[in-house]
């Protein structure tokens, strides 16, 4: 009896799906994408003053006092305002922190505290599509955060370029990349405890290395090359021309980059959640 059942569980292994299978996505995950909206809407303006609050602090503080001091930054051999070029990549570290904490934090405590995944999955609702629509959703929160901090810096009279629109495009771009980065960590964590080493070992060194407080030609040679090919640093070097009234150069390698890690991303997230709820 133990031989037979032993042999059960094996071909039963061997016919489950791969956890790597191309996902099987549909239009379902727009109720569960609503369903996170109909939550959030009764906390909206709490979180949107807890979302904007942090960096425009950072953008008051450095931008207008640091920016006393330093003056003028150049880009790409263009003097500008310190706080112009701190706003523009202060911007994109907003769209980062706040996918990151919707796709770890609140996204974790649905599939794993409150169990929300498992009670969506009795419907005729695939697990594909709800990590989908977590990832979307993250991606919406942090649209809707850099939205606000956009609309306060054209209040400050920050900039007032016309491709302002495309930076907003390439923000959610940006949303989306870090939701997916966010939902791979979220997929193998065990408790909260565990996203500090995303934000201490990945965020936090992220944030100093892409762009956002000094040109990364101040940093040394190697570590430049590497600065080079993060997402943040890429999302930085298409957003600041634009907010400069420019076009970014050499912008099809940085989109490529955030796509790139986007994709991959979320592949990856998907077959680790996969590999969670079948184990």
Known sequence: MTTTTAKGTIAANSAAPSIWRPPALSMRWWPVFLRNLLVWRKLAIPSLIGNIAEPLIWLVAFGYGMGA??????????????????????????????????ALYSAFSRMHVQKTWDGIMNAPVGLDDIVLAEMLWAAF????????????????????????????????????????????FNALAKGYDFFTYYFTLFMTPMMFLSGVFFPLEQLPGVVRVI????????????????????????????????AVYAVAAFWIALGLTRKRFRG
């Not at 880009?75 to 919707?102: H, Q, R, T, W």
């Not at 810096?153 to 495309?166: F, N, W, Y």
């Not at 090919?229 to 400069?244: E, K």
């Open 141 to 184: 929160k942090s649209i809707f955060t850099v939205t606000a901090i956009l609309l306060v810096m054209l209040a400050l009279g920050i900039s007032h370029s016309p491709k302002l629109i495309v930076a907003w495009l390439v923000l959610i771009a940006s949303g989306i990349t870090f939701s997916s980065i966010a939902l791979v």
């Open 227 to 258: 600065a080079a090919w993060l997402p943040l640093a890429n999302a930085v070097a298409l957003v600041r021309p634009l907010f400069m009234d420019q076009w970014p150069a050499d912008w099809v390698r940085h989109a490529v980059v955030l």
């Open 69 to 102: 001091l330093v003056g003028q930054v150049a880009v790409d051999g263009v003097k500008v305002p310190y706080i112009l070029f701190l706003a523009s990549g202060s911007i994109c570290m907003s769209a980062m922190n706040a996918a990151s904490f919707e």
